[in-house]
């Protein structure tokens, strides 16, 4: 049998998750932050990043669509508009755009999704699937890698402005906006687990599904590193940073 967390049990076990299992932890963003990468390896990143920021939306949306609660909705579906933007206004997806222009990728071959890497797309598309097919509080719980987001996202900015002559505050300004959006939508996330947690197995379901998240982040990393970083791993029809500037010539 299971015992009952109390809600201040239930989030240091969800922090104590983030500490072990977190992507800040993968050697690919050591690499990252560090400077040691070249430019095409940190096109790759940007590229098969921008899959998992153009699901996000519909992740979110998928959450709007399942809950009966109208305030739930009204709280949730800022997440939406942060990612989309609103009349007039930038949202983050334009923002990730704004970096992958300033990286010299074509904006084209960015939204078509062609030079993927397979597991990125079978990562992303599984949390879409998980977010679809678990209950809700799985779902929003899945959400909760994001208070773990500001922490890497400074070293992030800090490593790669110090780092790399081809990347410029502009260019990182997606990140500049997560810092405020990811607490205020984590804590959100947090509050409500910890209160709609009341049985121990609704408690373990939500810190599996914390794991499993980590688990979506981590194993995009592994791809782009097995691709990127070892010679001779990039998968058929995925971005090649040399055959691309052969190309060029
Ligand atoms: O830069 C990062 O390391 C990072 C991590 C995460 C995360 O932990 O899932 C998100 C983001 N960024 C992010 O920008 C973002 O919009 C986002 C939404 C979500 C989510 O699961 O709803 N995670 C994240």
């Avoid at 791809?223 to 791993?233: I, K, T």
Wanted: some cysteine; proline content about 5%; overall charge neutral.
């Amino acid at each position: 049998m299971e015992t009952l967390l109390t809600p201040e049990e239930l989030e240091i076990a969800l922090r104590s998750i983030g500490a072990e299992r977190y992507h800040n932890r993968h050697p690919f963003h050591g690499l990252l932050h560090g400077g040691k990468l070249n430019k095409g390896q940190v096109q790759a990143w940007a590229l098969n990043r921008f899959y998992y920021q153009s699901r996000i939306p519909m992740k979110d949306a998928t959450i709007l669509a399942r809950t009966e609660d109208p305030d739930l909705r009204l709280i949730w579906r800022q997440r939406i508009i942060d990612h989309d933007g609103n009349e007039g206004e930038d949202g983050g997806i334009a923002r990730w755009l704004k970096l992958t222009d300033a990286l010299g990728l074509d904006r084209n071959y960015v939204l078509s999704g062609d030079g993927l890497l397979p597991a990125t797309r079978f990562a992303v598309d599984a949390y879409l699937h998980f977010v679809r097919d678990r209950s809700l509080l799985e779902a929003i719980a899945s959400s909760l890698t994001e208070l773990f987001a500001p922490a890497i996202i400074s070293d992030r900015v800090a490593g790669m402005l110090a780092n790399y002559d081809f990347v410029s505050p502009t260019a990182l300004a997606y990140f500049e906006k997560r810092l405020h959006q990811a607490p205020r939508d984590a804590n959100f996330a947090l509050d409500y687990v910890k209160r709609e947690a009341r049985r121990p197995d609704q408690q373990h379901a939500v810190l599996q599904a914390l794991r499993f998240k980590c688990d979506v982040l981590w194993s995009q990393l592994d791809a782009l590193h097995h691709a990127y970083v070892a010679p001779g791993n990039i998968p058929p029809g995925a971005f090649d940073p040399v055959r691309l500037s052969a190309m060029d010539r």
